[in-house]
């Protein structure tokens, strides 16, 4: 758990010295670089970014490490969900072995923290939920996972799954889940009700997988707005995909930015396939907070996905039209610090006093390591070198 780093560049910065003790960045420059008795790594000049943060994955549902499978899932939501429930048991899913698999490449990319959601329902019980804990296990102190039970296939709709989410909150799971209250659930109001009620009374977070488009989508953000502030949950709630936010009229979508920063709810996004994307820019000059996930890797949703998550934000900034540095280094802040206050993490960066949980990679900016993200050289977390090239 100690360090030191001689000749790296924190977020793009001049060369210098770090030094981590206790698993801490303790210190910079001169006297980082007087600390005796301390194992060295010698940077030659690499970036130093802190641990990438997947805010939105499926763990559960991966088909990593097995051999490839053709995809049969159909071309809208209903399909893709029935499709998987159908053939999971032919791939012994959930399994943490896959799981524990794409965890090990997720880490050698530099990923440090990890939220996934994990399916519940009464076919499953909890089966999924024990599976990514020992996933988690077996990469105990390379890497930080949290999950969401989630509704896959629906919530209401589906008798004996809400006592499954209130189950899994009470033996531990940090968030609660939902998906399209209106478009899939059919039942916004209570859906929404449902999901809060047990937040509220577990004091555990909400992140809500919301497809629904347009009006209806954006009528939903309104709802989720309007119940995070009535029970005291600032901070605490994060909107999946949230399609809604887009193909809005400019002023219901800037009140509703308003809205997500005042109550500090986080939109997270994969930028998948030509689905829309939050509007980066405009919600981070509100205030308002965007994170970023792989979403499904190698799964029986898609054939997509490599576990990196520079590879996930350069498609990010793609998709939004960044070409600029400034702009790029948008859709690096929600893979980065947008991930880790939708985590609530603390003492999360590269100041002194954060946790040493940050990564090397052989290029000289920011940018260039979204656009070009080549192998990581060096991944730390908790100040142990955990992976390197």
């Known amino acids: 758990m100690n360090l030191l780093l001689r000749n790296v560049r924190p977020g793009g910065g001049d060369p210098t010295d770090v030094l981590v003790r206790d698993g801490r960045i303790a210190g910079f420059g001169p006297s980082a670089a007087e600390a005796p008795h301390v194992p060295v790594e010698d940077g030659e000049g690499a970036l130093l970014l802190p641990g990438l943060v997947d805010a939105h994955c499926h763990l559960d549902k991966t088909l990593w490490g097995l051999p490839w499978v053709p995809n049969t899932s159909g071309s809208v ?25 794409l965890l090990g490449a997720m880490i050698a990319n530099g990923t440090s923290f ?15 939920i024990e599976a990514m804990r020992e996933a988690a296990a077996r990469h105990r102190g390379r890497v930080t996972v949290e999950q969401v039970a989630f509704p ?20 531990g799971v940090e968030n609660v889940g939902g998906i399209d209250p209106a478009g899939y659930d059919r039942d916004p109001r209570g859906h929404l009700d449902a ?7 577990h004091g555990c977070g909400v992140d809500l997988h919301l497809h629904d488009e347009g009006p209806l989508g954006a009528w939903e953000i309104e709802l989720i707005i309007e119940r995070t502030k009535a029970l005291g949950l600032a901070g605490k709630v994060a909107i999946g995909h949230a ?36 509007p980066l820019a405009k919600m981070r000059a509100a ?32 998709r939004s039209s960044f070409r600029a540095d400034q702009e790029i280094e948008l859709a690096l802040h929600a893979a980065t610090y947008g991930g880790a206050k ?42 142990a070198v955990v992976s390197r090239r």
């Open 114 to 128: 990890v939220r996934t959601h994990t399916d519940v329902d009464p076919e499953l019980g909890l089966s999924g």
């Open 152 to 171: 896959q296939g629906g919530l209401l709709t589906r008798p004996g799954t809400l006592e499954l989410l209130e189950r899994a909150v009470a033996s």
């Open 195 to 201: 999901i809060f009620d047990i937040a509220a009374r």
């Open 342 to 383: 939708a985590l609530r993490l603390k003492d999360y960066g590269l100041r002194i006093g954060d946790h040493a949980d940050f990564f090397l990679i052989d290029t000289v900016y920011p940018a260039e390591a979204v656009v070009s993200h080549p192998p990581r050289r060096l991944v730390v977390k908790g100040g």
């Open 287 to 318: 205030g308002a907070n965007a994170a970023c996930g792989n979403d499904g890797i190698r799964d029986l949703w898609g054939p997509y996905g490599d576990g990196d998550m520079l590879t996930r934000t350069m498609h990010l900034a793609y």
């Open 77 to 101: 939501l209903a399909d893709r969900i029935s499709n998987e429930q159908r053939r999971r048991k032919e791939f012994g899913l959930p399994s943490p072995e896959p799981a524990a698999a």
């Open 243 to 278: 399609f809604g936010i887009c193909g809005i009229p400019d002023a219901q979508q800037d009140r509703l930015i308003e809205g997500l920063a005042e109550q500090q709810i986080t939109l997270t996004t994969a930028a998948v396939y030509d689905r829309p994307v939050p």
